[in-house]
């Protein structure tokens, strides 16, 4: 009985934890603005644990930077929060968006976009202007790549084997980053 008493408390104690690092900065009920976006992602069968989230193209690690602060936003402030699909996360952040990766926009940066990095696992540093983004096939740059909505993306692929790269151009680029936006019907 004991036991079982002691696990409901690591239980509660966890998920009050984990709650925590997803809380937005305000004290009102819309601190909990987030966690809403991560349960419902679940309840639609999405595959989502400790969550990289990605404000304005910054990402924030479950155990890095959110065990240290929350979120440096307020809810007022978000134009729209998107939960990237299960393997596109992945391919762009590497092993820190396995657990998924949540996309989210500030009102200020939807209005006026700004120059971001763009952050993938290579073993080798990537220099931004080494990276070249094809839109449906059609060569686009960094600035226009910042204004793209995440719920309108239909696939990502980042290729950054040197033989693969050869295929999309023959100038000297570190990475193609490969977007598949979902076709209007």
């Known amino acids: 009985m004991k036991s079982v008493f002691l696990t409901a408390i690591v239980i509660v104690l966890t998920t009050s934890c984990i709650s925590n690092r997803y809380m937005l900065n305000d004290n009102g009920y819309k601190s909990t603005a987030l966690i809403s976006v991560i349960k419902e992602a679940k309840t639609n069968g999405q595959k989502i644990h400790k969550p990289l989230i990605v404000l304005d193209g910054i990402p924030y690690r479950y155990d890095v930077e959110l065990k240290q602060s929350r979120l440096p936003v307020r809810p007022d402030d978000i134009a729209r929060m998107s939960v990237l699909k299960e393997n596109m996360g992945a ?3 590497g092993e820190t968006g396995k657990g998924g990766v949540i996309l989210v926009t500030t009102k200020q940066a939807a209005i006026s976009p700004q120059k971001k990095e763009v952050r993938i696992d290579c073993s080798q540093p990537v220099k931004q202007d080494k990276l070249l983004y094809l839109v449906d096939g059609k060569i686009t740059s960094q600035s226009e790549m910042n204004v793209i ?15 693969e790269i050869k ?3 023959t100038e000297d680029y570190d990475g193609v980053i490969v977007i598949r936006m979902k076709q209007s019907d």
Do not use: E, H, L, R
């Open 91 to 93: 391919s762009i952040y």
């Open 149 to 163: 909505d995440a719920s309108s993306i239909d696939s990502v692929n980042v290729i950054k084997d040197p033989d």
């Open 167 to 169: 295929k999309y151009t």
